[in-house]
């Protein structure tokens, strides 16, 4: 077998990977390169998120991003005064805050919205990843008016909160099962340890489906109205399985009693997922500002992302108790929360500071470029227990021009 060069298996993984016989499933291998405590990219505090680090984020381009949100997570609070719920305290949650951004510009817009509400309102970040959080704390710590803790889903599920919840960014981050479909047969895809002259390298390999993944497969026709194998693929056809998303609604759904979730990401349709064109999934792997479809370079020193499949997502989500409201691609959840309004109020600004100007027109024109960020997808649930509570989903609104 062919050995990649660039695929050496780092030190720490070693005597982790002879424990384990020598093979891990590819699930484990991204858990284990983005989140093991002293090593994963994520954990370790390793990876920056930003213009200068390994990828960009719609928070990370600018604060407008968070502006623009604010209008929607401020409408979703003050539906929440209105809808006769019995609490004081309103939460604003983020998972995966990753530099923490997100959060702080939010808490500084919805008060410049509607300041009122600042004081009925707890910040709760739910982070993973230690190094991660490390550099929360720093962003966070000067947000004024606001309690901000950590915290995660079990301990929110035991006192369980009223509000909004947001994940930007992070599903695609939780690690997946790649399926390889080859001569009429399909495979878990595993990474095995290779030694070459006292080097060791890793490479794939092909396990035993799960009674899990087998289950994901016989129920894609209901699911995603795909049947699998899809038609004409070629002979060594690869996807992936978000099997922790399921995982995760069951757990969100018993965090919050009343209010909104909103996940952002990389999503396409099962049919454009699932498609005999897309033979090799959606997973990249990123470092410097660079993408890179070789999963197995540089392992704890990249970030891997796979994009959501829609219809499963809401699918999971709906079948935990979730109420779907509407997704939007981000282009025109922006605009309808109104970006067009941003971009225009640059002409007043003072031409002296023409870099500042230019620079932030960049980033508002990136955040709903089709072809980036743009493309990202907003899917808007609702949890409830209040016949009275209506939340207003300004993002899937017609564009404010
Ligand atoms: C791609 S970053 C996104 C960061 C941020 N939301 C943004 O848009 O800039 C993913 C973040 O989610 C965190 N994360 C990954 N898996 C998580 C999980 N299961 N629960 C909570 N946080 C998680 C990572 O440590 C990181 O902070």
Redesign the pocket.
Known sequence: MMIDPTARCPKWLIGHMIERGGSISFYEYMDLV??DPGNGF??TGR?K?GKDGD?C????LSNDFARLLAVQVAEWFLNLEKGRIDTDLFSLV??????G??SRDLIDAIYEIAPALISKIELVL????V??RER?EKVVENIKGVNCRWS??DELSLKPVTGVI?????L???PVERLVFRDKKVFRQGVSLRKIDDKYFLSFVDLKITTAISQFLNDSKSLLKVEFPPKDICNEWVTEWHC?VPI?FRKLSKVLINGSLLV?DYALESKRYYNAMRKSGTLISYKNQEANTNLLKDAGFC?L?AHLCIESTVYYAITNGWKFMGEARQGQALLALGLSKFLYSLQNMNNNDLSTVLDRRESLLRLVDPMGLGEFRWLAFQKGNSKDLILRNRFLEEPIS
């Open positions: 983005l989140n994520y954990s990876l998120i990828f984020t719609s928070p990370s983020e998972i995966g805050p990753g530099e951004s997100l739910v982070e993973l990843n190094g991660m929360q995660n889903l947001i994940a930007n960014e992070v695609d981050a939780f922790d995760w952002v970030d992302t």
